[in-house]
C-alpha cells in the first residue's frame, strides 16, 4: 500500500496556474508548430513534478487531436496511475474514452466514462459527465438508457443544455423518432441564436444541430428543409476547419441522389471539405470511403459504388459509429435493388446483424420505407430461423458447443484473443491495441508476428465458422452471424428489448426473465485478472443488478409477490456477497410480510461482509 501511495502525484500549485500552463500549451499545439511544442513538453519535464504531470496531459489531448487512439492510453493511464488530481482526471478520462472507443472496447470506454463521471463529483462538471455518459449510451445503442439518463437533467443552460439536447436528438433519431427529432434539434438552433453573444457558446460547432435538423427532416419527406440545413451545416464546420466537414457533404450529395432533385453543391465547399477530412480522424476516413462510393453512384458505376457503400460502413462499425453504418448499408441495399446490380445480399447480411436495433429508423425513413416493409424484413424474417452451428457461453464459465472445449487450445494467448472478439462481436479491435493488451511491455512491432499466430489457430478452431474472424486493414473482428450464438449479445439484446417495452410491462417482464435466465454466474470467472475482461465483467454485472431490480419491481406491481421473491432468492444464494441482490432481496421479503426473516438476512450479510472483507452494507434496513 505505501508504495503505491509513493507514486500517486497532488498538485501544490492551484488551479489558476496549472490551466495558464495547460492554456499555452494548447496554444502551441493549436498554431500548429511542432517544433515549440515539442519543446515546451521538455521543458515543463524537466521542471517540477507538476509540470511534468501537465506535460504529459498535454501529450494527451495532442494524441488526441491528431486521431492517434493507441498513442493516448498510454500516456493516459501511465498519467492516472501518477496523480488523482481531480481537475486533471476529468480532462484525461474523455480523451481516454474516445481511445478506448475507436480502437474497438466499449465496455473500457463506459467504464472510464463512469470514473469521469465519479471524479466530477469534486470539480463541478457532474451535469456535462452525465451527459457523456447518455453519449456512450448512444454508441452501445442503449437509447432507451440513455433517455433515461438525459430525462433527470433538468434546468440546464448554455453549453450544458445545447450537448443534452444533442444526444437527445441521435436518440430520437436512432429510434425512429423523426418528429421528435425535428422538434429538439430546431430548439437547439433557436436556443443558440437567442444567446448569439454568449462567449462559451461561440466556441461550439455550428454545423452539428443543423446537421441533425437536416437527417430528421431528410426522413420525413421535407426534402428542400433538409437541403436547406445541409449546407449551411457544411458551411458551419468548415469555418471551425473541422475533419467532420465531409459528414454534411455526403448527406447533401446523397440527398441529391436519392431523390433525383438538382441540387447544386457549391465545388469551393467541396474542396474545403475534402482538404479537412484527409488523413484526419477515424470517422471522417470511414466518411471519404463513402463520398467516393457517392461519386461512383453520380457517374453511373452502381457495383463500384454498392461495394464501396458496405466498405464505408464496415469502417463506421469499426469506430462505432453503428447509425452511419447501418445508413450505409442501407443505401447499399436501395441502390443495388433499384439499379439491379450485385452486392444486395452482402448488403442485406450486414442489415441482419443491427435491423433489431434501428427497424424503426429504416420503416419510417421517407427513402427506405418501403424497400424495408416488402422485401428486407420478410427477408431477415426468413433467415433468422438458421440454427446455430457455434454456441458460447460466457457467463459463470466459458463453454463452447460446436468448435474445440476451451481447456485442449493449444495456445492460451490464442483462446484470449478468442474471448476478445466475442466480447466485441461484430466490432473491431486495432492490432496494435490486442498486442498491447497481451504483451503490455513490448511494443507493437515486437509481437505482431505472433499475434498473427494466434489468430490463425484461433481461426482453425472455429472449423466451418473460421471465415467470421476476419481482418480490416490493422484491425480484427469476429462477425456477427446467426450462426455463431454467443451468451453475453443474447443477454445484451433481450434487455435492450426489454428496455424499450416501457408501456406494455407484462411484455417488458418476460424480456427481462428471459434475459436473466441467461445470466448465470460472473462473466469468465477464471479470468479475473484480466483488465480487459474485468471491464466487461463489471459493466455486465452492472446491467444484471439492474435487471433484477427492474423485473422484480414488475413483479410486485403485477401482484406477483410469489414469483419476484423466487426470483431474487434464487441470485441471493448465487451472489451471497452482492451488495444489490441482498438489498433487493430483503425489500422483497420486508414486501411480502416475512420482516422477521429479512431482519435476519441483514444481520447474517452484515457479519459476513466484516468479516471477509471489512466492509459494511452500503444499505441500512429500515
Known amino acids: 500500500m505505501s508504495l503505491v501511495s509513493s507514486q500517486v502525484h497532488n498538485f501544490t500549485v492551484d488551479d489558476r496556474r496549472k490551466k495558464a500552463i495547460l492554456n499555452k500549451g494548447v496554444a502551441l499545439m493549436l498554431a500548429g508548430d511542432a517544433g515549440?511544442?515539442?519543446?515546451?513538453?521538455s521543458e515543463l519535464k524537466t521542471r517540477s513534478r507538476d509540470h511534468s504531470v501537465i506535460a504529459g496531459l498535454l501529450e494527451v489531448l495532442y494524441f488526441s487531436r491528431i486521431s492517434e487512439p493507441v498513442k493516448v492510453m498510454r500516456p493516459a493511464r501511465r498519467l492516472l496511475s501518477r496523480t488523482t488530481d481531480p481537475w486533471i482526471c476529468n480532462r484525461v478520462y474523455p480523451s481516454l474514452a474516445w481511445a478506448l472507443r475507436v480502437t474497438g472496447d466499449l465496455s473500457g470506454a463506459h467504464s472510464v466514462a463512469l470514473k469521469n463521471l465519479e471524479m466530477s463529483e469534486e470539480t463541478g462538471d457532474r451535469v456535462m459527465a452525465l451527459v457523456s455518459l447518455a453519449y456512450n449510451h448512444c454508441f452501445r445503442e442503449e437509447f432507451a438508457r440513455a433517455r433515461e439518463l438525459l430525462s433527470s437533467l433538468t434546468d440546464l443552460s448554455g453549453k450544458e443544455l445545447l450537448n443534452a439536447l444533442h444526444v437527445n436528438v441521435i436518440v430520437e433519431l436512432s429510434m425512429g423518432n423523426f418528429v421528435k427529432a425535428r422538434e429538439l434539434s430546431e430548439e437547439m438552433i433557436r436556443y443558440r441564436e437567442s444567446h448569439s453573444d454568449s462567449e462559451e457558446l461561440q466556441s461550439l460547432p455550428t454545423g452539428g444541430?443543423?446537421?441533425?435538423?437536416?437527417?430528421?427532416?431528410?426522413?420525413?419527406?421535407?426534402?428542400?428543409?433538409?437541403?436547406?440545413?445541409?449546407?449551411?451545416s457544411l458551411e458551419g464546420y468548415i469555418q471551425m476547419e473541422s475533419a467532420y466537414s465531409v459528414f454534411p457533404l455526403n448527406r447533401l450529395l446523397s440527398l441529391r441522389l436519392l431523390s433525383g432533385m438538382d441540387f447544386i453543391i457549391p465545388a469551393s465547399l467541396v474542396k474545403k471539405a475534402m482538404r479537412f477530412a484527409k488523413n484526419r480522424a477515424p470517422e471522417s476516413q470511414a466518411a471519404l470511403t463513402e463520398y467516393r462510393a457517392l461519386l461512383s453512384w453520380q457517374n453511373?458505376?452502381?457495383e463500384e459504388a454498392v461495394r464501396d457503400l458496405l466498405e464505408a460502413g464496415e469502417i463506421y462499425t469499426r469506430v462505432n459509429q453503428t447509425l452511419e453504418a447501418f445508413i450505409a448499408f442501407l443505401k447499399g441495399a436501395w441502390l443495388a435493388r433499384k439499379s439491379d446490380c450485385a452486392g444486395?445480399?452482402?448488403?442485406?447480411?450486414?442489415?441482419?446483424?443491427?435491423?433489431?436495433?434501428?427497424?424503426?429508423?429504416?420503416?419510417?425513413?421517407?427513402?427506405?420505407?418501403?424497400?424495408?416493409?416488402?422485401?428486407?424484413?420478410?427477408?431477415?424474417?426468413?433467415?433468422?430461423?438458421?440454427?446455430?452451428?457455434?454456441?458460447?457461453?460466457l457467463f459463470d464459465r466459458m463453454e463452447v458447443q460446436g468448435a474445440k472445449v476451451p481447456r485442449r487450445w493449444k495456445f492460451k494467448k490464442a483462446l484470449t484473443i478468442f474471448k476478445y472478439l466475442l466480447l466485441n462481436q461484430g466490432r473491431s479491435l486495432a492490432s496494435d491495441y490486442m498486442v498491447y493488451l497481451l504483451w503490455p511491455r513490448a511494443g507493437p512491432e515486437n509481437n505482431m508476428s505472433r499475434l498473427y499466430s494466434c489468430i490463425r489457430f484461433a481461426r482453425r478452431e472455429l472449423g466451418d465458422l473460421g471465415f467470421l474472424l476476419v481482418c480490416h486493414g490493422k484491425s480484427y473482428a469476429l462477425q456477427e452471424d446467426p450462426r455463431l450464438w454467443v451468451d453475453v449479445h443474447e443477454f445484451q439484446s433481450l434487455l435492450k428489448e426489454a428496455d424499450a417495452l416501457e408501456k406494455n410491462p407484462s411484455l417488458q417482464v418476460e424480456k427481462y426473465m428471459k434475459a436473466l435466465e441467461l445470466y448465470r454466474g460472473e462473466l469468465l470467472p477464471?479470468?479475473?485478472?484480466?483488465?480487459?475482461?474485468?471491464?466487461?465483467?463489471?459493466?455486465?454485472?452492472?446491467?444484471?443488478?439492474?435487471?433484477?431490480?427492474?423485473?422484480?419491481?414488475?413483479?410486485?406491481?403485477?401482484?406477483?409477490?410469489?414469483?419476484?421473491?423466487?426470483?431474487?432468492?434464487?441470485?441471493y444464494l448465487m451472489f451471497p456477497d452482492d451488495d444489490a441482490c441482498v438489498r433487493i432481496y430483503i425489500g422483497t421479503l420486508v414486501k411480502r410480510g416475512q420482516r422477521t426473516k429479512a431482519d435476519q438476512i441483514y444481520r447474517e450479510f452484515k457479519r459476513r461482509l466484516w468479516r471477509e472483507h471489512r466492509l459494511k452494507p452500503s444499505f441500512d434496513l429500515k
Open 36 to 41: 515549440k511544442f515539442r519543446n515546451y513538453l
Open 209 to 232: 444541430p443543423l446537421e441533425v435538423l437536416g437527417i430528421a427532416k431528410e426522413a420525413l419527406g421535407e426534402l428542400n428543409g433538409a437541403w436547406e440545413s445541409y449546407l449551411p
Open 300 to 302: 453511373g458505376r452502381f
Open 344 to 393: 444486395f445480399w452482402n448488403a442485406m447480411e450486414h442489415l441482419e446483424h443491427r435491423f433489431r436495433v434501428y427497424r424503426d429508423f429504416a420503416l419510417n425513413h421517407h427513402f427506405f420505407s418501403n424497400l424495408t416493409g416488402s422485401v428486407i424484413e420478410p427477408i431477415l424474417a426468413a433467415t433468422s430461423s438458421r440454427e446455430s452451428l457455434v454456441k458460447v457461453r
Open 526 to 571: 477464471e479470468d479475473r485478472y484480466d483488465r480487459f475482461i474485468e471491464e466487461h465483467r463489471n459493466y455486465l454485472h452492472k446491467r444484471f443488478q439492474k435487471a433484477l431490480e427492474k423485473t422484480v419491481n414488475l413483479l410486485l406491481d403485477a401482484g406477483r409477490k410469489g414469483k419476484a421473491l423466487e426470483l431474487v432468492e434464487r441470485f
